[in-house]
Antibody
Framework: QVQLQESGPGLVKPSQTLSLTCTVS??????????WSWIRQPPGKGLEWIGY???????YYNPSLKSRLIISVDTSKNQFSLKLSSVTAADTAVYSC???????????WGQGTLVTVSS | DTVMTQSPDSLAVSLGERATINCKSS????????????LAWYRQKPGQPPQLLIY???TRESGVPDRFSGSGSGTDFTLTINSLQAEDVAVYYC?????????FGGGTKVEIK
């Protein structure tokens, strides 16, 4: 059974960089069978796809976040990561990692982690 | 971006009755070369991440009860929940994976009448 787990700070100051890591177990990112995505959900609101990465390092970012976003992968640790710079209160959300996005839906999700942007 | 519009925003259905949720995309998500609609449906229970119910617009994910069904093609899609159960109280989302950026509908909240 594939499992995903997000980790990282729950509080980030405005203008700083939000950094999260997703650790995958029960399956290998290196298998090349799937893309790996980040998705966020502001409190009480809907879902926004942030971007995805392939094991090779190929990425696609949501243009609305592209200028501030880096998604990377570490196949040796079976992890992928998110860095979002120059954050504001509007970036406060539950951030989730998920398997899928390219030519398929998201079939496995992490539980999500709330990141609050506040001084 | 492909805008996904769901209706209604919320609905209340009696236990055992049918719930119907609509989703309309601003452009077709039907890929003509394989005749597949790049459309998924999710159920998000309170405090949980979304769960994939349906992909390719009408294919049930493994383990999903057969009371869930998806239909539609092109730009208009429907999720039907037959015989609503208490565990189906949730917000339901449609999502297109035809083109990036991937986009979700605004969600439909289903409650018990």
């Amino acid at each position: 059974q594939v499992q995903l787990q997000e980790s990282g700070p729950g509080l980030v100051k405005p203008s700083q960089t939000l950094s999260l890591t997703c650790t995958v177990s029960g399956g290998s990112i290196s298998s090349g069978d799937h893309y790996w995505s980040w998705i966020r959900q502001p409190p009480g609101k809907g879902l926004e796809w942030i971007g995805y990465i392939y094991y090779s390092g190929t990425t696609y970012y949501n243009p609305s976040l592209k200028s501030r976003l880096i998604i990377s992968v570490d196949t040796s640790k079976n992890q992928f990561s998110l860095k979002l710079s120059s954050v504001t209160a509007a970036d406060t959300a539950v951030y989730s990692c998920a398997r899928g996005g390219f030519n398929n839906g998201f079939d496995y999700w992490g539980q999500g982690t709330l990141v609050t942007v506040s001084s | 971006d492909t805008v996904m519009t769901q209706s209604p925003d919320s609905l209340a259905v009696s236990l055992g009755e049918r719930a119907t949720i609509n989703c309309k995309s601003s452009q077709s998500v039907l890929y003509s070369s394989n005749n597949k609609n790049y459309l998924a449906w999710y159920r998000q229970k309170p405090g949980q991440p979304p769960q994939l119910l349906i992909y390719w617009a009408s294919t049930r994910e493994s383990g999903v009860p057969d009371r869930f069904s998806g239909s539609g093609s092109g730009t208009d899609f429907t999720l039907t929940i037959n015989s609503l159960q208490a565990e189906d109280v949730a917000v339901y989302y449609c999502q297109q994976y035809y083109t990036t950026p991937l986009t979700f509908g605004g969600g439909t909240k289903v409650e018990i009448k």
